[in-house]
């Protein structure tokens, strides 16, 4: 049967020539022109106390956002390059110049934050009633805020210069050592060399014996080069740490809070209810070991399918269900999804050379998205297809806001993926075609809720202890091993036989610059999914407006009063988590009643 979907992305409608583009090229020149003349202008701007003044700023915020969108238009392109070829030496030097323009641009923001508190209250209150600006009162009043935290204008500045060969390069220099690592497996008789990104996937295989001979190459490979990586993090943290201390901020988590907006109470209340829970899904890994025929379960036989039997879905298969199934509740997000595979947005193709994970990116200017993974036919990899068209259909209905309008934070982003991937799981559950297929994909919902209640928890208690040990000095591959195990047992609370001492190594998030605590937004975003899918529900496609109007505005408000204002709770109170749990709690016992059966 012919392929319908190519699974190779075309980056050639947004700047042609991959790394070799001369249009790229053109564009970056620019670019850096112009940043530069703007910041020039910025220097000889002053602050008077007339309305004259107000009309300089419009004219400055108008500037600023569209160079934002090119800056945006830049990264995403480099971040394609990188991810498709990670022996691509141009697209590297591309990526160091495109995150030196960036910092360029974060200096030019922060001119424009002096400016922004230069003005008096009074001038202050009349900028946010203009017109042209009223669409931006929540993101002037959060730049303004969060300006008056930092440090002054001129030391941000040094601070963002000294981060392109400091704190981001160390993250450069991660994706460098993962760039050049391979695997090397004993396949059929003969000697084979995967990329970390297919060992990945084996390790997901049908076959026991293949994920335990996956999971000791693995673990080697990382292991052999875990004092680069100790290194990695240790100078990431120690960055961020000497930053923190420069402002005065001595909570770790004040920076990812804020980047989240959000309130430090609904965190704690988030992770006390999960914990509570834990017991329920407990069960589900002892019923789960008891099915495999263990005594407790390995790290790798976690996600790992019930039967050798699970059959494969096409990629063609994917798309297609993925379309359907968001058509039962959005028509809109249906088409998008269709025009996504019809224009090729999406790099699916297993070969060597990738990197690993998934991701969406979005190109602000082309009003386009693209999505990056590697497909090889399991339900967990329809599950991220779908989660990742969540993400760019979420870009996709906010591409008419003003740009400042449009940043949205890490915990709302993955509210919209993983709606998504909600839908495509729940869909396929209800419509097996036997016990013996529903339990399969009832495990495969299961093992994404022990992700977010704990891979992720582990992920956090990690990083949290982490800094509070790398405050002392440097913390040596030996204790990140002992520290990551301890966050595991805990967090799995000790249910599992073994576990992967270097996951802090191998899990890119740890090492990612532009967000620290990358973990904690993912167990948010599918519980406040959860609340959102409940609705959706009971509502059908009568809900698809009211979401819509959620999504648009998660760049313009605080999490808390987003879920107050379009579902009405109040998430500094455990009642809003405790029902979304209680929606996976019900496959728990689902579960369990059919392999009892």
């Known amino acids: 049967m012919k392929q319908m979907y190519h699974q190779v992305w075309d980056l050639d409608a947004i700047f042609p020539g991959g790394s070799e583009s001369d249009k790229f090229q053109s564009f970056l020149i620019t670019l850096e022109e112009d940043i530069t003349q703007f910041q020039k ?68 923001m922060t001119s ?38 930092k440090l002054s204008g001129e030391k941000e500045k040094l601070i963002q210069s000294l981060s392109v060969d400091g704190y981001h390069a160390w993250g450069d220099f991660y994706n460098t050592i993962v760039g050049r690592m391979t695997i090397n497996v004993e396949e059929d008789g003969e000697e084979k060399s995967l990329s970390v990104g297919q060992a990945a996937n084996k390790m997901g295989s049908k076959n026991r014996e293949t994920r335990q001979y996956m999971s000791d190459k693995w673990e080697k490979a990382w292991g052999d080069e875990a004092e680069l990586f100790a290194n990695t993090l240790n100078h990431l943290g120690g960055f961020r740490l000497q930053t923190y201390e ?75 269900m993925i379309v359907q199934q968001f058509g039962s509740f959005s028509p809109k997000m249906a088409d998008f999804a269709q025009k996504a595979f019809n224009e090729r947005w999406i790099e ?20 386009e998205s693209r999505i990056f993974m590697t497909y090889d036919g399991s339900a967990s990899n329809v599950a991220t297809l779908a989660h990742e068209l969540g993400h760019a259909y979420h870009q996709h209905v906010m591409n008419d806001l003003p740009q400042m309008a449009q940043r949205y934070a890490m915990n709302v982003a993955e509210t919209a993926s993983t709606f998504a991937e909600m839908i495509v799981a729940d869909a396929t559950v209800k419509q097996a075609s036997s016990n013996k297929a529903k339990v399969q994909l009832l495990d495969d919902k299961l093992n994404r809720s022990i992700a977010f209640f704990m891979n992720i928890h582990a992920r956090f208690l990690f990083e949290t202890r ?37 996951f802090w190594a191998s899990k890119l998030h740890f090492h990612i610059t532009g967000v620290p605590f990358y973990n904690f937004p ?16 009971e509502e059908g496609t009568a809900f698809e407006k009211q979401y819509i109007d959620l999504l648009r505005d998660t760049g313009r408000m605080q999490v808390e009063d987003l879920a107050k204002k379009h579902l009405d709770v109040d998430l500094t109170q455990p009642e809003f988590w405790q029902k979304a749990i209680d929606l996976v709690a019900e496959d728990v016992d689902t579960f369990i009643d059919l392999t009892e059966k």
């Open 41 to 108: 202008d910025l220097d000889c701007t002053e602050v008077s106390k007339s309305e004259e003044s107000l009309f300089n700023i419009v004219h400055v915020l108008v500037r600023a956002q569209e160079i934002s969108k090119r800056v945006r238009e830049a990264g995403a392109f480099v971040s394609c390059l990188t991810a498709q070829n990670t022996k691509d030496d141009q697209a590297k030097l591309l990526t160091g110049r495109v995150k030196k323009l960036s910092s360029s641009y974060s200096s030019v």
């Open 112 to 149: 424009i934050d002096d400016l922004l508190l230069g003005l008096t209250d009074d001038l202050w209150s009349q900028l946010l009633e203009l017109e042209e600006l009223k669409a931006l009162t929540y993101n002037l009043e959060e730049r303004r805020s969060l300006a008056k935290d």
């Open 246 to 320: 420069a402002r005065g901020w001595d909570n770790v988590l004040k920076e990812p809070l804020d980047i989240n907006r959000m309130q430090e109470e609904t965190l704690k209340v988030m992770w006390e209810t999960i914990e509570k829970n834990k017991p329920k899904f407990v069960q589900y890994l002892k019923r789960k070991a008891e099915l495999l025929g263990l005594e407790k379960l390995d790290w790798t036989d976690v996600g790992a399918p019930l039967t050798s039997e699970v059959e494969e879905v096409s990629y063609d298969e994917a798309a297609s």
């Open 522 to 537: 993912y167990t948010f975003g599918y519980l406040f999914s959860m609340g959102i899918y409940a609705r959706a529900a």
């Open 466 to 502: 982490f800094y509070e040990e790398r405050k002392k000095g440097l913390v040596s591959v030996h204790r990140l091993n002992e520290m990551m195990l301890g966050a595991q047992k805990e967090a799995y609370c000790d249910a599992l036989g073994s576990y992967s001492p270097h």
């Open 348 to 367: 699916a193709e297993s070969r060597s050379g990738k990197r690993p994970g998934g991701f969406c990116t979005s190109f602000p200017v082309s009003e």
